[in-house]
């Protein structure tokens, strides 16, 4: 039997295509020996200081409050929470177009048996120096110039395969899912292999 691996995701709430990433390795997880862990970057703080269009500066603005929730559920109850947090959040925010506020992320506290208090931590700077931590320890070995999902993986002799991606929509399912898994690791692999990228025709899909 193959020995399972980890697989670990680094997500900003906001990102509707991390969403579908997200939603797809868990598609993986049913049919290849995979364990997925979900960490937290962020979107605001890998924009700092650059020259933005208002909407979408105005966007990360906004964006602080998630992640930071993110971090303290993750200080306080693991990883297998902020899991859980990040389903309940996703769902709300893009299934359920409820926005970033304080309301959405108090009732996804809520829907997974989480203090909806914690949701204070998203108007508090406590916890951004974990946050940037995390942050970077997802991005370095991928570089500044991508954002959200990036995934570490296994690679075929053992050291950390790392990439931005895949970015996809609909998710695809089942042996699909498998497949692309298959192939997403293939290339990540292939030493001196950077980048295998189209145009983008389509908003993403929830499906």
């Known amino acids: 039997m193959t020995e399972r691996v980890t697989v670990d995701m680094w997500f900003d709430p906001l990102c509707p295509w991390a969403w579908v990433t997200s939603r797809w390795l868990l598609e993986v997880e049913q049919v290849r020996d995979v364990d997925v862990r979900f960490h937290v970057m ?8 650059r020259d933005l269009p ?46 970033l506020g304080r309301e959405t992320i108090e009732a ?3 829907d997974v048996g989480l203090d909806p208090q914690l949701a204070a931590a998203a108007e508090s700077t406590e916890y951004d120096e974990a946050l940037r931590a995390s942050h970077l320890a997802g991005m370095r070995p991928v570089g500044t110039d991508v954002g959200t999902p990036v995934i570490h ?8 395969v790392a990439f931005f991606g895949p970015v996809v929509t609909p998710r695809p399912k089942g042996e699909v899912a498998g497949r692309l898994w298959d192939g997403v690791l293939l290339v990540a692999g292939t030493p001196g292999f950077y980048e295998l990228k189209r145009s983008r025709e389509v908003e993403p899909s929830f499906d």
């Open 153 to 160: 993986a296994p690679g075929p002799d053992g050291e950390t």
């Open 108 to 110: 996804a506290l809520t």
């Open 42 to 49: 962020s979107l605001s703080v890998l924009n700092e200081g």
């Open 54 to 99: 208002e909407e979408y500066r105005r966007l990360l603005d906004g964006g602080w409050g998630p992640v930071r929730v993110c971090i303290a559920v993750e200080q306080r109850h693991g990883l297998d929470a902020v899991r859980a947090l990040y389903t309940a959040l996703g769902t709300r925010i893009h299934l359920g177009q409820q926005g």
